[in-house]
């Protein structure tokens, strides 16, 4: 069994965590994941950097003492951890003893080896990003990295000899071309490398906040210094047991040490040139990703500008976010983060694409096999399209494993949705709620139903990394229990017939709302409406276990006459009121919890509107997607088990019977007025 260590950047403690952070641990996450499906022993660190200066300040100004200020950030970044489902295998902190233990020693390594020195550091520092700034990279005397002002620091300080790392770093970089990701970072670092490197200072005697120097302690050690060492601190270095020294061996050099763009250079230059100091092996690679920004800002505490991931799980679930993250941002480059594209991707990635393909296919093996997986056969499984299913399902699953050495997230899940989508077309050609109507062609029914489950089930095997939840959802919803090491031996017709399948929920219902509503309610939420009384009842709702038990005193009362009274009459004008159109189904789906209702979206003509019908018990939702319906357009909105229905199906409703759509014989345009 190889093994696989991955980490994150250990997050300053000064900020809480926002959506920059969790981006990091996500994709870490999704990494260590995967590598755990495919049967690795994984070990997966992400924790927090607390020393330095900034803690320090900020301490003060919260009026805490630094060790409780700590405390309580570092707790902040633990506790988001679980609320993104992240399965880290340890959380560091640099202020546990075990890590003052593994820095000391990394230090004595390196000094003993003759490369740390004492001197006299005087230089341009800024304390935001806690670095000193050569004068060079000096923009308009400013930070270069954050444009906040330097201050100009002289304090005796121990030097990092890094000056004598230019050639063996130049010559890993070479012998290495995969050490550093993606080749843009590589080619920006290879010219700094070639332009020559300067000592780094590594203590501070101006900081009590740190990490004392062995046989020094007038100087703590330089954040990064102190700050790169949690990686190996974490698999057991400096600590003498027997156990700490088999765990070190095992998973050290770190696989993958994953990080934000602002932070390559200490990665791929200071790290290595410590550990080759000190003797030790190199971390395999550095891969680097590129920023959330806001309105094309870099998104940060210090600007402002941040996203709170669980603003976003409130609203639209985890999984969501994570989706949207991953698919969203091309691995390496900015991404912008808005409303407009998260809610896009949701309904449309989410909701239509994967949610209705996973609420079909289990809706009719429920529905035509009694919810157990048929058995499919061979010959009419090998025809078009189920060919051609077949052998994009395999490419999908072929090139899962190179997913995660080339870090092309984005482009690994389009490549599921593209799956989705042919799953989707592939139900829509085979038509199987019209083969089911004959009992002749129970076979093709079968054959189509397991080729459809048997993809989703793959579906929900390839995005296991990327959205945990959802995946094992659906696999239950398929009747199979996920597997910790399912991509072992993933493939196309394991899903075995006889299999019965679990309760069908759905993952992603649609959300109507426009992303300004949704801001809306997010700034002023309000509890659900409670249902008015006398609102509309959809055709077919009269009695069943969802409508209103008590219509209220202003419900309309049937007239128990076929024929309306003279007096009752109304007026033309009085009908005219009634707006009817023409609609046409464009999507449907089973409102949840309820044996008659059918959520329903509706072209009419000018906009696209929700719809809520009792007509579930006489239509499946997959056979009235496309029919043309009339329905009441101007009447007022009401919310039915839970969803708001914007308007009203016709259908005539006998006594006792089910309920008939009405509509056409010639098709009028959607939007057409009825009278
Ligand atoms: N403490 C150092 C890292 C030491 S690692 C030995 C540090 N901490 S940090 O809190 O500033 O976190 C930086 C990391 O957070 C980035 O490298 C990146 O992984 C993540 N992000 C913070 N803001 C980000 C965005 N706006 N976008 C994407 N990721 C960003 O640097």
């Given at each position: 069994m190889s093994t696989f260590f991955i980490t994150t950047p250990i997050y300053y403690i000064n900020a809480e965590p926002h959506l920059g952070h969790a981006y990091t641990t996500m994709v870490a996450d999704a990494v260590a994941r995967a590598h755990r499906l495919m049967g690795d022993d994984v070990f997966f660190l992400t924790g927090t950097d607390e020393h330095g200066q900034k803690v320090e300040r900020a301490a003060r100004k919260a009026g805490l003492t630094t060790p409780e200020f700590a405390n309580q950030v570092a707790q902040k970044f633990r506790d988001i951890l679980p609320e993104l489902n992240i399965s880290n295998d340890d959380f560091i902190r640099t202020t546990e003893p075990r890590h003052y233990r593994a820095c000391q020693e990394l230090w004595r390594r390196a000094r003993d080896k003759g490369h740390i020195y004492k001197g006299k550091y005087e230089g341009w520092y800024c304390t935001v990003d806690e670095v000193f700034v050569p004068e060079t990279q000096l923009k308009d005397s400013r930070c270069p990295i954050c444009g906040n002002t330097v201050e100009k620091i002289s304090e005796e300080s121990y030097f990092f000899r890094l000056s004598a790392f230019q050639q063996p770093l130049l010559e890993h970089y070479e012998k290495h071309p995969e050490f550093l990701t993606p080749d843009s970072r590589r080619n920006e670092m290879l010219s700094f490398l070639r332009a020559g490197l300067e000592d780094l200072s590594v203590s501070r005697t101006s900081i009590k906040w740190g990490i004392p120097v062995p046989d020094d302690p007038a100087h703590v050690m330089y954040v990064w210094f102190d700050a790169l060492t949690n990686y190996m601190t974490a698999v057991g270095f400096g600590d003498i047991t027997p156990q700490a020294k088999t765990q070190f061996e095992r998973y050290w050099p770190a696989d993958v040490h994953l990080i934000g763009k602002e932070i390559v250079r200490q990665h791929s230059i200071y790290w290595p040139a410590f550990l080759l100091a000190a003797g030790l092996p190199l971390p395999k690679r550095v891969v680097s990703h590129g920023w959330w920004l806001m309105e094309g800002a870099k998104m940060s505490k210090s600007v402002g500008n941040v996203v709170r991931p669980q603003d976003y799980i409130k609203h639209f679930g985890l999984d969501a976010l994570r989706y949207f993250v991953y698919r969203e941002m091309v691995f390496g480059q900015d991404a912008d983060f808005t409303d407009e594209a998260f809610l896009t991707r949701y309904n449309?990635?989410?909701?239509?694409?994967l949610g209705n393909l996973v609420s079909r296919a289990t809706t009719m093996v429920h529905r035509y096999c009694g919810g157990v997986v048929p058995a499919g056969d061979a010959a009419l499984l090998e025809r078009e399209p189920e060919a051609r299913l077949a052998s994009l399902a395999d490419s999908v699953i072929k090139s899962r494993a190179s997913w995660f050495e080339s870090f092309a997230i984005s482009g690994q899940l389009r490549s599921v949705w593209e799956l989705i989508a042919e799953t989707n077309r592939y139900i829509v050609t085979r038509e199987p709620w019209a083969v089911a109507k004959d009992p002749a062609r129970a076979g093709e029914l079968h054959a189509a139903l397991y080729a459809a489950a048997d993809t989703v089930r793959i579906v929900a095997e390839l995005i296991r990394p990327f959205m945990p939840g959802t995946a094992e959802r659906t696999l239950r919803m398929l009747g199979v229990e996920p597997a910790p090491q399912s991509w072992v031996n993933l493939k196309r017709g394991d899903l075995a017939p006889g299999t019965r399948l679990g309760e069908t929920a759905p993952l992603f219902p649609r959300i109507e709302q426009t992303v300004e509503e949704l801001r809306k309610m997010a700034d002023d939420p309000k509890p659900e409406a409670p249902q008015p009384p006398g609102a509309p009842i959809p055709p077919g709702a009269p009695g069943s276990p969802e409508a209103p038990k008590d219509p209220g005193p202003q419900a309309p009362k049937p007239s128990g006459s076929q024929t309306a009274e003279l007096s009752n009459r109304i007026s033309i004008d009085d009908f005219m009121k009634v707006e009817l159109r023409v609609a046409k189904v464009l999507a449907a789906e089973r409102v949840p919890k309820s044996n008659r209702l059918l959520k329903l979206s509706v072209d009419v003509g000018t906009e696209q509107r929700t719809i809520v019908a009792g007509i579930a018990e006489a239509y499946e939702p997959e056979a009235i997607v496309g029919r043309t319906v009339v329905i009441v357009f101007n009447l007022k909105p009401a919310k039915l088990m839970g969803v708001e229905s914007n308007g009203m199906v016709l259908a005539a409703s006998p006594e006792g019977g089910k309920p008939m759509l009405v509509g056409f014989s010639d098709l009028p345009e959607p939007g057409t007025r009825v009278r």
């Open positions: 449309a990635d989410l909701a239509n694409d």
